[in-house]
């Protein structure tokens, strides 16, 4: 059973960065699909972006095209989530969530995950 701890989150100012990261122990990484997912306060989880576990095709929430970059490291058992040009609607607290495989359309639907972290809180100020 995959255990999974995200760091990296903070307070920003609009136009800033952050990069987050997620350690995954447990579990065989490079099987792991991974994805990014937020939920602000009175909203609903919502994707952000996904990383399959081979070949490492990316998927993006479209607010976010163009500013977020997903990426794994499976020698660190690691995700990252660059995060540039942050607006203060990236305001969220920010979960990373892993399952075996899955399809392109499966890692952009929370429900199909088995694995999440903690969360770790962005705050982005105009």
């Known amino acids: 059973q995959a255990r999974l701890g995200e760091s990296g989150g903070g307070l920003a100012q609009a136009g800033d960065s952050l990069r987050l990261s997620c350690v995954v122990s447990?579990?065989?990484?490079?099987?792991?699909?991974l994805g990014w997912f937020r939920q602000a306060p009175g909203k609903e989880r919502e994707f952000v972006a996904a990383i399959r576990w081979f070949g490492g095709t990316t998927y993006y929430e479209d607010s976010v095209k163009g500013r977020f970059t997903i990426s794994r490291d499976n020698s660190k058992n690691t995700l990252y989530l660059q995060m540039n040009n942050l607006k203060p609607e990236d305001t969220a607290v920010y979960y990373c969530?892993?399952?075996?495989?899955?399809?392109?359309?499966?890692?952009?639907?929370?429900?199909?995950?088995?694995?999440w972290g903690q969360g770790t809180q962005v705050t982005v100020s105009s």
């Open positions: 447990r579990g065989t990484f490079s099987r792991y699909g």
């Open positions: 969530g892993a399952r075996e495989l899955g399809t392109g359309e499966e890692l952009q639907d929370a429900t199909s995950y088995v694995y």
